[in-house]
């Protein structure tokens, strides 16, 4: 029921919006809440586990029950508080989690079996038979599970990601906080001023109290309207400010577009910031607790500050008759407010024995609320006095528990509050979170007065660690009583008395838990479910703490506190991994080739963050096979070209280069004559193959490197780390050339007769014999040649400055054409290595040794080099090892597969009969047959033996023949020609 | 002879532009990575003071202004944009050409701050990052140079690849922050 | 977290490669044997509290830092190029 | 008392008032045959596995905290048997061997739940790999299907199929993987231990180890001295200081590795599936949380917290693979400390020091491991032989080089897992 002359909502602006396909009007400032209850709706919600009617118990991000889901389609949103959301023009709200509907839950028969759902009681049952779990016990515990739906349609909203920095961040807009962002702004810091609501003002919104003399939210107009003039004030409304990470870092999701109809199609939804301060000021405020007595989770009952937030911020009053019941003076002041308002009180209770008369309505002191009626709302309240009992009539009651500071940030990071037996809640440890001050009602400081003082105060110690003067500040005249409560737990009773609503979780429940010795805090938690819901326990911890505290026999301190993690409120997945859809999870590289290749037809592929061609299709070609096949035996008969830009290329420079690449390499590069290129193998320290590739001698003092193009960046951090940290004397200079030169491939008989035509001046193969390199020219531009060879062919490396590799790549591709040649893909490249026995990082998997793939005489007796010593350890020599081998299939036409596995001929399939298994496979168009690259145990020692291919996986089983790994021109002639 | 046509990294990608702020690309004459040898940081400085006018950069910062400028670039590493350095230099220094192994970027215009502020986790405000000062950090996952070069006024490099990427992911952070400033 | 470069000054944690105990630092010789090569590369001191470790600023400067730090409050008490620690252990 | 239908039925009837402690919180006794230091889900299994298994009950447990109270409660409580070398794959088969009738031996349910893991492939040589790996899963006598991308859909249509960055090639399919309910674990393994005369003893921290003439003689508690024949150390995330106590360095660096879990939400995901470009990996619980986590955060650490940035990094990943979840709301996430090992494989092995033992360096994946471990450990510790499927995790293979057990290929030196 709206009441009239009260409020900060903007009446002058009625909304429309639909709840379970009902039409309700609001106004501007509403959330769905504090409209639905203007509409005299109370039931929003069913609770998780007994589907029990539940309406809003807060009016915060807080929120137990009040969980919704908006909008349908891609675009359905469930577990929507609907205490914190707006309302807007159009919108769609459902409730969840009930079936067929709110009113009448089927599942609700749930609550009937509550004795039988006790906590735990999962754990005891469903397990005969074994079968039936996966079958009938789990798919119908998990259906019920849950509170709202998922569309299972992809997000297709935009979220973004962003940083800040800023010298004090201040978290929470309420008194202390408003005064902490005046001070530290006036003194000429940097500040950032988060507020989780859609207004600054905190509880001084919520209240009717007078701040400088003026009513509360007037003042937050005057200094929110003083800040935001100013230019080292960055003021963000909406804004949760949800983890506290080392070194000053803050997480924080700023809600954009979400409470707009019609947002600008580039704004997006939510940005998720990363926001670094030097110093931080928490003026989180406090939540109220609800106090646990029977029969407590009905809608209508809620948190006394919830009553007057409904009240005084949205002119809404959530009852025609209302109760109010607490152990401390709020309970008072809600009273005051309602009667005020012209609300009819019912009664206020108040548990302590000597309160004192209040206003005009009913007061009844040591007194407790032990029993509630009405199923889909309050209706009646049934209070125990010393006199007996006494039914009261009330469709909303108020409850008043005290208050809990917000310590959740202040445990990001391991730091456990402190209880304080005067304020009986937890308030948070010093220094906590380094850098981080806590003020006003986050420290237990429960007067305005005194949180306006406490903001100051801690913007001043903030000023002081970053070294920044202090403006005169002087903290407004505002109210200043004192805090008074005694203890109220629990009430005893006869029915269930609510602990954690949305996990149904009852005093009986912790109980229950402690009497079969989950004692511990966190087994309490973790058997009952208590304080796992949305809320992390926010309305429910410090209450079941009591509870366990009291069934163990131990003090409240004694029983400790679970810590809260990040988030401080749920944060979409969306948000926190804004821009990873499709394409933007990670960055893309493209070749100068790209656009050309694509254009051919040719599938690109990823390798590593690249794009390569996987085969050129031609007209007619069906397969993939078809194309390879093709282009394998153009490269062995004609002349193909690919564009090899992707493999690393690191500049190796200084009068120690030489010595350098002959500590990293297991072989001598001091040797290398200039205008020669060299294979080299680089290790790990563990003695393992990390990457190999060549490396040329382009002057004394001057190497280019080239490593595969998964292993570039590995590579270069591993130089560095040798350098910098093992041999900082050694003078040498590396830099990535890899972006500076793209560089093709142009393999087979005819590629001299090819290069000729592109290259300035022409070369021979005594100019240029294999393995020399230098520069060459080609229309006049500068680059580099390598005559070396990766399919076994008479093969070069053609390199140019990368704005001419698009012209160069064409113009090779016409040249290669006119003589019968064209380009050729990895798919070619891999038949045509694989031929050749050439390894990549198929091979070199992690694994391997140089020992493994017969390669153990490169690494050079004359020198130390990175891996050495560990390559020489007893295990890494073992004959037995699984080492490289060729495997043919004896039948040619037999398929090898790839992550097949070896056995002996006639020996089972089993793991301890396990020979060794396949890395590399290829149909061979030039052998005519199916081969493999792959490691058998012993293998070097095997030639000729027959062994079984098994692929289980895919049923396939093959007889091969072991055989060297190099499948043609052992001899290299083809190669030197 | 063969003719080879050049082809710049963002071709076809820029300008762009959204609400206050532009994005072109510049084209720098040559873009050299000089890395002194050990203990030669000051003869390097003075052959760069005779060829572009400028010394070699302090960590941090760029000296010079468009045409000739040198950028700190890392440990040890300057990039010097304009004109060819000294052939002599090869004797002090890792003298390697890397006029096409980048992209260079300029983002212009009131908001530019704001739209790095979505993609870069380093402070470029004004008040922090004047003109002259450089930094060597990601720009979404991207290795980037970024040098403040005049007010509200940014080049940007990335390598050469990553040009469509970085095209991409600037444009979309400047129209969100053109839509937010609506 | 943000780790402090020596170069670059303050920077968070992402753009940062870890290497792990700056023990990394001390490789034995080549004749060291056995135990030497095995508390280089394998065996830990793993401490809980006060460490070293190397970490390298590598989407900025490229520049190998020592760090000293708590593994159990994060705090980060110094950090050094590592090429500096390395020349003035010789 | 034993669990049942009956059980539940009956206490409900009469208000819950019947039920007893699962376990006992007995003072230590002076002196034990075997002390077990760490009361997680491995040390609760090889004390269980000790007392029913290999016929010594007259063993302790201590626990420093609460029990179950490290990394059994704060995982992706997956559970699977898929592993490629020889080594692994035998230990991880007989470990689910044992998940499948563990809850009938121990009369709790743990909610195991073989609804099946999909580890996706984005490339041939990706794919490849995962074909190895399948075939020694089959030739282990476990189950294995390789899916092709139309397989992969039929699975788990809500991938993004079309956009995403590193297309999904297939998936190797294995049913018999799954999840359970972590923290029932710890707790059915206690009371298990403890209905065979295991006591286990909370809120007792080890501050030293006796060694008298190279043999362990017992350890020193915050609880007095307590004499042992033998001492099992099992306290991952804490082998290093536990094992410091017997002067012992071990090949193990502590790392941080945060999981996540979004709010309540209706069935949406029926299996575990993981993405191994992006790292990450994500299944639902029976509450209908998502609960997900992905890679370390990659610095030596006990601060039991994550890293922003990883955490962005593993949230990014889930919704380059799977935009559905857009809309679901991280609830909580938290940080385990892990045991890294140089080769990602654990240690179950005996030490210089007679009469001590280690089981530890499970790295990120020892929730599927409590049995097994607790079962070769348990064996270990009875009869001082290695059991057949833990042979090769051996203490001293790093130095010798013999059998490293590099299952990711990444190496054999500390922080490349």
């Not at chain 3, 023990?23 to 030497?36: S, V």
């Not at chain 4, 743990?110 to 990706?126: E, K, P, T, V």
């Amino acid at each position: 029921m709206r009441v009239t002359g009260k409020g900060l909502i903007n009446r002058d602006k009625q909304i429309s919006f639909s709840f379970d396909g009902k039409s309700y009007n609001g106004f501007e400032g509403d959330t769905i809440a504090s409209a639905l209850l203007a509409n005299d709706v109370r039931l929003m919600a069913r609770s998780f586990k007994y589907h029990r009617p539940r309406g809003p118990l807060t009016a915060g991000s807080e929120e137990p029950n009040a969980l919704m889901t908006l909008h349908s389609g891609a675009r359905q949103t469930p577990n929507v508080r609907a205490t914190a959301q707006e309302i807007f023009s159009g919108l769609e709200v459902r409730s969840q989690n009930n079936w067929p509907n709110l009113e009448r839950d089927v599942m609700s028969v749930n609550d009937m079996f509550s004795n039988f759902l006790s906590a735990g009681f999962y754990y005891k049952t469903f397990m005969w038979p074994r079968a039936f779990w996966e079958k009938l016990y789990e798919p119908i515990i998990r259906r019920a599970a849950g509170l709202g739906a998922l569309s299972g349609l992809h997000d297709e909203d935009m979220n973004e990601k962003a940083y800040a920095f800023c010298d004090v961040l201040v978290i929470g807009s309420g008194p202390a906080g408003l005064m902490a962002a005046l001070t530290a702004a006036r003194s000429g810091a940097d500040v950032i001023l988060a507020e989780d609501d859609s207004r600054f003002g905190g509880r001084l919104l919520s209240e009717v109290e007078d701040v400088d003399g003026k009513p509360g939210h007037l003042w937050v107009d005057d200094v929110i309207a003083e800040l935001s003039a100013m230019d080292n004030v960055r003021l963000m409304k909406r804004t949760s400010i949800v983890g506290a990470y080392d070194q000053g870092t803050y997480g924080a999701v700023e809600r954009v577009s979400g409470h707009l109809r019609g947002a600008h199609a580039d704004a997006p939804l939510e940005v998720f910031w990363r926001i670094s301060a030097k110093q931080s000021v928490l003026a989180a405020g406090a939540l109220e607790r609800p106090v646990a007595f029977p029969m407590n989770d009905r809608p209508g009952i809620m948190t006394a500050s919830a009553v007057r937030s409904y009240l005084n911020r949205w002119g809404v009053a959530p009852g025609k008759r209302v109760a109010v019941f607490g152990n401390n003076d709020d309970a008072h002041r809600t009273a005051r407010d309602l009667a005020a308002a012209g609300v009819e009180v019912a009664a206020l209770i108040d548990s302590r024995p000597d309160s004192g008369p209040s206003g005009d309505f009913p007061i009844l002191t040591g007194a407790e609320v032990i029993d509630t009626k009405g199923r889909l709302g309050l209706k009646q309240i049934t209070v125990r006095t010393n006199a007996g009992m006494q039914t009261i009539s009330a469709d909303c009651l108020a409850m008043s528990g005290g208050w809990n500071p917000s310590v959740h940030l202040t445990c990001h990071m391991n730091g456990r509050p402190v209880w304080d037996d005067k304020l009986l809640s937890f308030v948070p440890k010093d220094g906590a979170i380094p850098g981080m001050t806590v003020a006003g009602a986050a420290q237990g400081v429960m007067s305005t007065a005194g949180a306006l003082q406490s903001g100051l105060e801690a913007a001043k110690t903030a000023l002081a660690a970053v070294d920044a003067k202090v403006a005169d500040v002087t903290a407004p005249q505002a109210e200043d009583a004192a805090y008074n409560i005694a203890p109220l737990w629990q009430v005893s009773g006869k029915g269930r008395a609510w602990l954690d609503f949305q996990n149904d979780v009852t005093t009986k429940d912790v109980k229950q838990a402690a009497a079969e010795n989950y004692q511990s805090v966190e087994h309490m938690k973790r058997y009952t479910t208590q304080g796992m819901a949305t809320d992390q326990g926010k309305n429910s911890n410090v209450g079941a703490l009591a509870v366990l505290a009291d069934a163990t026999g131990r003090g409240i301190p004694e029983t400790g506190t679970t810590t809260f993690r990040p988030p401080f409120t749920p944060v979409a997945m969306a948000t926190l991994g804004a821009g990873a859809r499709g394409a933007g999870f990670a960055p893309q590289r493209f070749i100068t080739s790209h656009d050309m290749t694509v254009k051919a037809g040719a599938p690109m592929i990823e390798a590593g963050l690249w794009y390569r061609p996987s085969y050129y299709p031609e007209k007619g070609e069906l397969t993939w096979r078809e194309s390879t096949d093709r282009e394998v035996n153009m490269v062995r008969n004609h002349v193909g070209i690919t564009d090899v830009s992707t493999l690393g290329k690191i500049d190796v420079q200084g009068p120690d280069a030489g010595a350098f690449l002959d500590f990293v390499y297991t072989n001598m590069f001091s040797t290398l004559k200039v205008g020669r290129v060299r294979y080299g193998l680089m290790l790990r320290e563990d003695g393992f193959v990390m990457d190999d590739g060549t490396t040329a001698r382009l002057g004394e003092n001057h190497y280019v490197m080239t490593t595969t193009t998964a292993g570039a960046g590995e590579v270069m951090k591993h130089l560095e780390f040798v350098h910098q940290c093992l041999v900082p004397d050694m003078d040498v200079q590396f830099i990535s050339v890899t972006e500076q030169w793209a560089q093709f491939a142009v393999a087979g008989p005819k590629s001299r007769v090819l290069l000729n035509r592109i290259l300035d001046s022409e070369i021979d193969n005594d100019s240029w014999p294999f393995m020399a390199c230098g520069d060459v020219s080609m229309g006049g531009v500068q680059g580099r040649l390598f005559r070396i060879s990766f399919s076994g062919e008479h093969a070069y490396e053609v390199a140019i400055p990368s704005r001419y590799g698009e012209a160069l790549y064409a113009a090779l591709l016409e040249e290669a054409k006119a003589l019968d040649g064209g380009s050729y893909g990895m798919e070619a490249l891999n038949v045509l290595r694989i031929e050749k026995g050439f390894i990549t990082h198929s091979e070199i998997h992690g694994r391997i040794n140089a020992f493994d793939i017969g390669m153990e005489r490169m690494i050079s007796a004359k020198k130390d080099c990175i891996g050495k010593t560990s390559a020489a350890r007893p295990g890494q020599v073992a004959q037995d090892r699984d080492r490289l081998v060729g495997l043919k299939p004896v039948t040619p036409s037999q398929k090898l597969m790839a992550g097949a596995h070896f056995y002996n001929v006639g020996a089972e399939a089993t793991r301890e009969n396990d020979q060794g298994y396949i890395t590399s496979v290829c149909y061979s168009p030039t052998m005519k047959s199916y081969l493999a690259l792959g490691f058998v145990k012993n293998g070097p020692n095997r030639m000729g033996e027959k062994i079984r291919m098994v692929d289980a996986l895919r049923g396939v089983e093959t007889l091969c023949e072991i055989c060297h790994p190099v499948f043609m021109d052992q001899e290299g002639e083809k190669t030197r020609g | 002879m063969v003719n080879l046509v050049a082809k710049s990294p963002c071709a076809a990608l820029l300008p762009l532009s959204a609400g206050n702020v532009t994005l072109t690309e510049q084209h720098p004459d040559a873009l050299t990575s000089v890395a002194p040898f050990a203990e030669k940081e000051v003869e390097v400085s003075a052959s760069l003071t005779v060829t572009h006018g400028v010394a070699y950069p302090a960590v941090n910062h760029a000296v010079g202004k468009d045409g000739a400028r040198a950028i700190w670039f890392g440990q040890g590493q300057a990039m010097v944009m304009g004109g060819k350095v000294s052939d002599d230099l090869v004797q002090l220094a890792a003298v390697t050409d890397q006029s096409d192994a980048w992209a260079v970027m300029r983002l212009q215009g009131a908001s530019s701050a704001d739209v790095l502020a979505r993609l870069v986790p380093v402070d470029l405000r004004s008040s922090v990052f004047a003109e002259g000062d450089t930094v060597r950090t990601e720009l979404q996952h991207m290795m980037a140079s970024i040098t403040c070069v005049g007010t509200d006024c940014f080049d940007i490099m990335v390598m050469r690849s990553f040009a469509k990427t970085a095209v991409h992911d600037l444009h979309a952070a400047m129209k969100s922050v053109a839509a937010l400033s609506i | 977290m943000r780790l402090t470069c020596p170069l670059c000054g303050e920077r968070d944690r992402r753009e940062f490669y870890y290497k792990g105990d700056a023990i990394a630092l001390n490789r034995p010789a080549p004749d060291a044997g056995t135990d030497a090569w095995d508390d280089y590369l394998y065996l830990r001191d793993n401490p809980a509290g006060v460490t070293k470790d190397l970490w390298q600023h590598e989407l900025g400067c490229s520049a190998w830092i020592v760090v000293e730090r708590n593994t159990v409050t994060h705090e980060v008490l110094s950090t050094a190029l590592a090429s500096d620690v390395k020349k003035a252990t010789k | 008392m034993r669990f049942s239908a009956w059980q539940v039925l009956k206490n409900g009837l009469t208000g819950n008032k019947g039920w007893t402690p699962h376990w006992r919180s007995p003072e230590p006794k002076k002196e034990y045959d075997i002390i077990i230091i760490g009361g997680g889900g491995h040390g609760l299994s090889t004390a269980y596995h000790l007392a029913a298994v290999y016929g010594n009950a007259n063993v302790a447990v201590l626990e420093k905290g609460y029990i179950g109270g490290g990394n059994v409660g704060r995982n992706t409580t997956i559970v699977r048997a898929n592993y490629f070398l020889d080594g692994n794959s035998q230990f991880y088969s007989h470990s689910l061997k044992l998940w499948e009738k563990m809850e009938g031996d121990l009369n709790f349910n743990a909610m195991h739940s073989q609804r099946g893991i999909i580890n996706l492939f984005h490339s041939d040589g990706q794919r490849d790999a995962a074909a190895r790996r399948g075939n020694m899963m089959i030739s282990q006598g476990d189950d294995a299907i390789l899916l092709d991308r139309e397989g992969v859909r039929e699975q788990v249509p809500f991938l993004d199929f079309e956009q995403t960055r590193f297309p999904i090639y297939g998936g190797l399919y294995h049913k018999r993987g799954g999840t359970a309910r972590h923290d029932a674990v710890a707790w059915g393994y206690a009371r298990g231990a403890d209905q065979r005369g295991v006591d286990i003893i909370q809120n007792c921290e080890v501050t030293g180890i006796d060694i008298e003439n190279g043999a362990v003689t017992g350890v020193q508690t915050t609880k007095g001295p307590i004499k042992a024949k033998k001492v099992g150390m099992v306290a991952a995330g804490r082998s290093g200081q536990v094992a410091a106590m017997a002067g012992m360095r071990l090949p193990i660096e502590s790392n941080i590795l945060q999981a996540f879990v979004t709010e309540g939400l209706k069935p949406c995901l029926d299996h575990v599936v993981t993405y191994g470009m992006g790292h990450f990996y994500i299944s639902q619980s029976d509450k209908g949380g998502l609960v997900f986590g992905g890679d370390l955060d990659f610095y030596a650490s006990y601060a039991s917290r994550g890293n922003l940035s990883t955490a962005e990094h593993v949230i990014e990943a889930g919704m380059a693979l799977m935009p559905m979840i857009g809309k679901a709301k991280m609830l909580r996430s938290w940080g385990g400390i892990m045991d890294m090992t140089p080769d990602g494989s654990p240690i179950i092995d005996k030490t210089d020091i007679d009469g001590l033992y280690v089981d530890c360096g499970w790295n990120y994946g020892g929730f599927k491991a409590v049995p097994a471990s607790g079962d070769c450990f348990a064996h270990l510790l009875a009869t001082g032989r290695p059991h057949d499927v833990a042979k090769k995790f051996r203490l001293d293979r790093f130095r010798t080089g013999v059998d490293i057990l590099d299952e990711e290929g990444k190496g054999s030196q500390h922080n490349l897992h």
